[in-house]
C-alpha cells in the first residue's frame, strides 16, 4: 500500500498548488493590461471590411428599408393629396383608416378555406423541403468523381434560379390539351386524353412536385456544406469498428447536421402563412377550373384586388403575413430553444 502521509508527496503535491496559484495570478496580470490598452476606434482591416459591406448595405437601405415606409398605406387611405408632391408627402397627408383596410381579409366566406389551403401545401413543403434535400445530401457526400459531384450539384442548382413563368412554359409542354408530351403518350397507348389544365385532383401533387423539385437543389447545398464541415476521423473510427454506411449516416452525420436542419425548419415556419404566387397562380395558367386547388392567400389577395383595385389593401395583407411570419418564428424559436438551447437561432 502507498503511504500518502510522507514528506515527498506532501512537498510535491504544494509545489503544484504553487505553480497553480502563479498561473492564476499571471492571468489577472494579463487580463488587466489587456483592459488596460485602449483599442484603436478604426483600423486598415476595419476599412476594407466596411468597403466589402459597402455595397450590401447599399442595396438593403435602398430596397429593404426605404420601402418599409409602404407599410403605413395598410393604415391609410393613400390619395395624391397635392400634385407635384413627392409619395412621402401624400402618404403622410392622406386620410388614416385604422384597421379598415384589414376587414376584406375576414369579410370574405372563403377566408377558411383559402388558410386551410395554404397551410396545407406549406406544411407539405417545409417537410418534403427538408427531407428531400437531406437524403440527397447524404448522397452526393458518397460519391468520390468530384467532377462527377460538381456535374450533380450543378444541375441540380440550376432550378433554383428560374422564375416560375419559365417554369409554367416547361409544364405546359408536359400538361398541353393539344401536343403535351403526356397526352402523346396517353395517345401512343391508346388511352383517352386528359385536359389536365380543368382536372384539379392532379395538381395538388403537381404543385408539391414542382416545389421541392425547383428548391432542392438550394438545400442539398447548404446540408452538404454542414457534411463537409464533419472530422473526417470520426468516419475513420466508424469503419475501424465495422459500421456501414447506413450507420454512419445514422450515428454521425445525421446527429452532427441537427443544428442546421432545426435552423432551416425555423426559417421555413416563417412562410407558414404565405404562398409562391408564381407556382399557384402563373404555373397553372390562372385557371378558374383550378381555384379549388390553387386559390392559396395570395392569390385570394390578388383576386380580390383585382376585382377592387386599391393598393391599401395589398399593404395590409402584406404587412399581416410579416408579422405573423415573425411571430411563428420567434414562438418556434422559443420552443426550440426551451428543448434544445444549442440548436435555437436566436
Same mark, same amino acid.
Given at each position: 500500500?502507498?503511504?500518502?502521509?510522507? +514528506?515527498?508527496?506532501?512537498?510535491? /503535491?504544494?509545489?503544484?498548488? %504553487?505553480?497553480?496559484?502563479?498561473?492564476? *495570478?499571471?492571468?489577472?496580470?494579463? +487580463?488587466?493590461?489587456? !483592459?488596460?490598452?485602449?483599442?484603436?476606434?478604426?483600423?486598415?482591416?476595419?476599412?476594407?471590411?466596411?468597403?466589402?459591406?459597402?455595397?450590401?448595405?447599399?442595396? @438593403?437601405?435602398?430596397?429593404?428599408?426605404?420601402?418599409?415606409?409602404?407599410?403605413?398605406?395598410?393604415?391609410?387611405?393613400?390619395?395624391?393629396?397635392?400634385? =407635384?408632391?413627392?409619395?412621402? /408627402?401624400?402618404?403622410?397627408?392622406?386620410?388614416?383608416?385604422?384597421?379598415?383596410?384589414?376587414?376584406?381579409?375576414?369579410?370574405?366566406?372563403? =377566408?377558411?378555406?383559402?388558410?386551410?389551403?395554404?397551410?396545407?401545401?406549406?406544411? #407539405?413543403?417545409?417537410?418534403?423541403?427538408?427531407?428531400?434535400?437531406?437524403?440527397?445530401?447524404?448522397?452526393? +457526400?458518397?460519391?468520390?468523381? !468530384?467532377? /462527377?459531384?460538381?456535374?450533380?450539384?450543378? $444541375?441540380?442548382?440550376?432550378? @433554383?434560379?428560374?422564375?416560375?413563368?419559365?417554369? =409554367?412554359?416547361?409544364?405546359?409542354?408536359?400538361? +398541353?390539351?393539344?401536343?403535351?408530351?403526356?397526352?402523346?403518350?396517353?395517345?401512343?397507348?391508346? !388511352?383517352?386524353?386528359?385536359?389536365? /389544365?380543368?382536372?384539379?385532383? @392532379?395538381?395538388?401533387?403537381?404543385?408539391?412536385?414542382?416545389?421541392?423539385?425547383?428548391?432542392?437543389?438550394? =438545400?442539398?447545398?447548404?446540408?452538404?456544406?454542414?457534411?463537409?464541415?464533419?472530422?473526417?476521423? $470520426?468516419?475513420? #473510427? #466508424?469503419?475501424?469498428?465495422?459500421?456501414? !454506411?447506413?450507420?454512419?449516416?445514422?450515428?454521425?452525420?445525421?446527429?452532427?447536421?441537427?443544428?442546421?436542419?432545426?435552423?432551416?425548419?425555423?426559417?421555413?415556419?416563417?412562410?407558414?402563412?404565405?404562398?409562391?404566387?408564381?407556382?399557384? @397562380? *402563373?404555373?397553372?395558367?390562372?385557371?378558374?377550373?383550378?381555384?379549388?386547388?390553387?386559390?392559396?392567400?395570395?392569390?385570394?389577395?390578388?383576386?380580390?384586388?383585382?376585382?377592387?383595385?386599391?393598393?391599401?389593401?395589398?399593404?395590409?395583407?402584406?404587412?399581416? *403575413?410579416?408579422?405573423?411570419?415573425?411571430?411563428?418564428?420567434?414562438?418556434?424559436?422559443?420552443?426550440?430553444?426551451?428543448? %434544445?438551447? %444549442?440548436? #435555437?437561432?436566436?
Amino acid at each position: 500500500m502507498p503511504c500518502y502521509n510522507n +514528506s515527498k508527496a506532501i512537498n510535491r /503535491y504544494s509545489t503544484v498548488l %504553487d505553480n497553480t496559484d502563479l498561473l492564476k *495570478q499571471k492571468e489577472v496580470l494579463m +487580463s488587466k493590461k489587456s !483592459k488596460g490598452v485602449k483599442k484603436k476606434r478604426w483600423t486598415r482591416d476595419d476599412t476594407q471590411l466596411a468597403l466589402l459591406a459597402l455595397p450590401t448595405t447599399i442595396w @438593403y437601405v435602398c430596397f429593404c428599408f426605404l420601402p418599409m415606409f409602404g407599410v403605413l398605406m395598410a393604415f391609410k387611405n393613400y390619395r395624391i393629396v397635392e400634385a =407635384g408632391r413627392s409619395f412621402f /408627402y401624400n402618404l403622410l397627408h392622406s386620410e388614416t383608416t385604422g384597421f379598415k383596410n384589414f376587414e376584406f381579409l375576414f369579410s370574405s366566406g372563403s =377566408g377558411t378555406r383559402v388558410l386551410k389551403l395554404t397551410l396545407t401545401y406549406n406544411i #407539405a413543403f417545409i417537410i418534403l423541403g427538408i427531407v428531400v434535400p437531406v437524403i440527397l445530401s447524404l448522397m452526393m +457526400s458518397q460519391l468520390h468523381g !468530384k467532377r /462527377y459531384g460538381k456535374t450533380c450539384q450543378t $444541375l441540380m442548382f440550376l432550378p @433554383y434560379f428560374m422564375s416560375w413563368v419559365i417554369v =409554367g412554359y416547361f409544364v405546359y409542354a408536359f400538361l +398541353s390539351p393539344d401536343k403535351g408530351l403526356f397526352n402523346t403518350i396517353l395517345t401512343m397507348l391508346n !388511352k383517352d386524353t386528359v385536359n389536365w /389544365y380543368r382536372e384539379p385532383e @392532379y395538381w395538388p401533387y403537381f404543385l408539391v412536385f414542382l416545389n421541392v423539385w425547383k428548391g432542392m437543389g438550394y =438545400g442539398m447545398v447548404v446540408y452538404l456544406a454542414s457534411i463537409t464541415g464533419i472530422d473526417t476521423s $470520426l468516419y475513420e #473510427a #466508424a469503419m475501424m469498428d465495422g459500421a456501414t !454506411k447506413f450507420q454512419q449516416a445514422v450515428k454521425i452525420t445525421l446527429p452532427l447536421m441537427k443544428s442546421v436542419i432545426i435552423m432551416m425548419f425555423i426559417l421555413s415556419i416563417g412562410g407558414l402563412v404565405r404562398s409562391d404566387f408564381g407556382l399557384f @397562380y *402563373q404555373v397553372p395558367k390562372a385557371s378558374n377550373s383550378l381555384y379549388t386547388v390553387t386559390e392559396t392567400i395570395d392569390v385570394f389577395i390578388y383576386k380580390m384586388i383585382k376585382e377592387q383595385p386599391n393598393p391599401n389593401m395589398g399593404s395590409a395583407a402584406s404587412f399581416l *403575413q410579416s408579422v405573423v411570419s415573425c411571430a411563428l418564428i420567434l414562438i418556434t424559436n422559443r420552443i426550440v430553444k426551451w428543448m %434544445d438551447k %444549442d440548436s #435555437a437561432i436566436i
